[in-house]
């Protein structure tokens, strides 16, 4: 039996209530692919070498990348934070500056955007094609569970390595500032760091750790459960790259201002 039309008017809120169940749906598996993961990470035995081998792709691989970035965002900050502090006598802040503006935001932002761009697409990428050639169905049919095998590694990996190349990012970025504000404008050595040392305390380097813990988790929750999910053929792989790429710079950047607005 089939059931009656709606009328014209009403149908606009069916759309929308049908779009309203798509979201939660999507949310739903969303979040019961992150348990079925942490569950997969607890349970063991723990699969050593694909967590040592997804270390060295997440993190080790990246490393040029984020030295790169580093350098030239610290440079950034630099020379535009010194111009804009001799507007006001005030060149002498220029150290704490840099270091604030990397440790609490820009060196944990960057940097997952940037492992995000070069490991996060690749890992939706190489499951993506496991899952199109019927590798991740062949590891089920041998009893073994593809979430311990290749998602939670990468998620224990993304965990890991995120807070250590933020690590990494800050202090070259750090240097980047120093070249540009002591060798280039003159301004004096023991002012960039000492001034540095007054002004940034625990707090705000485990607020910049905090946040690159929870964008690892986020980018290797979201790469491998696209990457788990794609569409057929190389069209499939290719959309579920570009959408996970793109959802984890977005949740990147949301959840930054929300973690940021709590923690103070």
């Known amino acids: 039996m089939t059931e009656p039309a709606l009328p014209l008017t009403l149908r606009p809120l069916e759309a929308l209530g049908r779009h309203a169940l798509d979201v939660v749906d999507a949310l739903g598996r969303f979040g019961a692919f992150l348990v079925e993961a942490l569950a997969a990470l607890l349970t063991p035995p723990f699969k050593l070498w694909a967590f040592l081998s997804r270390i060295v792709f997440v993190g080790y691989r990246s490393l040029l990348i984020i030295i790169l970035t580093g350098a030239f965002t610290g440079m950034v900050l630099g020379l535009q934070i010194f111009l804009t502090l001799s507007r006001f006598g005030s060149e002498a802040f220029l150290g704490p500056a ?17 492992i995000t761009g070069r490991a996060g697409s690749a890992l939706t990428a190489e499951l993506g094609i496991m899952r199109i050639s019927e590798q991740i169905d062949a590891l089920t049919v041998m009893a073994l569970n593809p979430m311990r095998y290749l998602v939670a590694p990468a998620v224990l990996a993304g ?19 120093y070249v540009v504000g002591v060798e280039l404008l003159g301004l ?28 690892g988790v986020i980018v290797t929750w979201v790469c491998t459960y696209k990457g788990f999910n794609v569409g057929h053929g190389a069209e499939g792989v290719a959309r579920a790259t570009t959408q996970a790429v793109v959802l984890s710079s977005v949740l990147i950047l949301v959840w930054d201002y929300f973690f940021g607005s709590v923690w103070k």
Do not use: C, H, N
């Not at 840099?98 to 940037?114: C, F, Q, T």
């Not at 004096?188 to 964008?215: A, C, H, N, P, R």
């Open 159 to 177: 965990v890991v390595t995120f807070p250590l190349m933020t690590a990494i990012f800050d202090v070259v970025g750090i240097f980047g500032g």
């Open 98 to 114: 840099v270091a604030l503006s990397l440790i609490r935001e820009l060196g944990p932002v960057l940097a997952a955007l940037m």
């Open 188 to 215: 004096s050595q023991g002012t960039y760091f000492g001034e540095m040392q007054t002004f940034v305390d625990m707090t705000d380097i485990m607020l910049g750790f905090w946040k690159s813990v929870s964008f």
